[in-house]
Nanobody, 125 residues
Framework: QGQLAESGGGLVQAGGSLRLACAAS????????MGWFRRAPGKEREFVATIRWKTGGTDYADSVKGRFTISRDNTKNTVYLQMNSLKPEDTAVYYCAADLYGDNRYDQPVSYERWGRGIQVTVSS
């Protein structure tokens, strides 16, 4: 069974940066479209960013566009989320997710078969 494990979260001041990593094991990583989602207290899980398995194409939620960058290293079975210019409203539990041969509806949680446990990111004002 494939597993995903997030790392790199923590507490940062507004305007600061963090880089999240998600290491995959037990699956053929290069065949998966990878996504990052987040859930803030009292809110639904929302899409943050995705990077597609075949083309490496990326997409972002409007709320993070220009501040966050998703990337992947297939040799390390790892996807990253570089988060710059962080705002208090970015505070949430961040989850990585994997979608085998994913090619559409990448912003929908239901498209992803595997999920990490999540990691807390807190941005103080």
């Amino acid at each position: 069974q494939g597993q995903l494990a997030e790392s790199g979260g923590g507490l940062v001041q507004a305007g600061g940066s963090l880089r999240l990593a998600c290491a995959a094991s037990g699956l053929t990583f290069s065949r998966y479209t990878m996504g990052w989602f987040r859930r803030a207290p009292g809110k639904e899980r929302e899409f943050v960013a995705t990077i597609r398995w075949k083309t490496g194409g990326t997409d972002y939620a409007d709320s993070v566009k220009g501040r966050f960058t998703i990337s992947r290293d297939n040799t390390k079975n790892t996807v990253y989320l570089q988060m710059n210019s962080l705002k208090p409203e970015d505070t949430a539990v961040y989850y990585c997710a994997a979608d085998l041969y994913g090619d559409n509806r990448y912003d929908q949680p239901v498209s992803y078969e595997r999920w990490g446990r999540g990691i807390q990111v807190t941005v103080s004002s």
